[in-house]
């Protein structure tokens, strides 16, 4: 066991709270929130979509279509743009409210079974270090919900290599924003 100091938040869990124990749910969740973060961009990005040259829909190009459309029941995919979509899955997964991922039931966690490892006289801190971190979860858990079904990079393609159209403050984007406060030291 190291004597290090485990943070959650702005609160310091005591130097001699047990390494393998529940206490290890603070730094999982903060390594599995910080390593979101970090490769935010892979998470959120879909680019398994192909769509149809623009060119090939046009009115003037209309026997070709029908031509490639008989050929292989649809079009020939190797004539497809591959394009992306913003995707909310991954982050849902993440935070825990799929069912999945690392943080599942973390609050229920923290409240039941950390806290008996505290210091009583800390044990006003950390409630209020485990509320803050449950109200910017539940904010990333809404926003992040509202993300899949209402953001216009949720529901329109873009090209491959190109940023969304309203990557700067979408829903998925707060989100982001709402997780990096929750690990905020």
Known sequence: ???????FRHFSLPANAKEDGDISLVTDATDALSSLIENWERATVDCTYADVPRELLETKNKEKLLEKASE???FDK????????????????????TGKGPLVNLEKKLLKK??????????????SAVETFSQEMAKANSLSYTAGTADFD?????????????EGDSNLEQARRAIEEAIKP
């Open 1 to 7: 066991m190291t004597k290090r100091k485990k943070h």
């Open 72 to 74: 292989f029941a649809l």
């Open 78 to 97: 190797s004539t497809s743009v591959v394009s992306c979509k913003r995707t909310n899955r991954v982050v849902r997964d993440y935070i825990g409210v």
């Open 114 to 127: 950390v806290c008996e490892q505290v210091d009583p006289d800390n044990l006003d801190d950390y409630f």
């Open 154 to 166: 949720s529901v329109n393609n873009f090209a491959k290599g190109e940023a969304s159209v309203n």
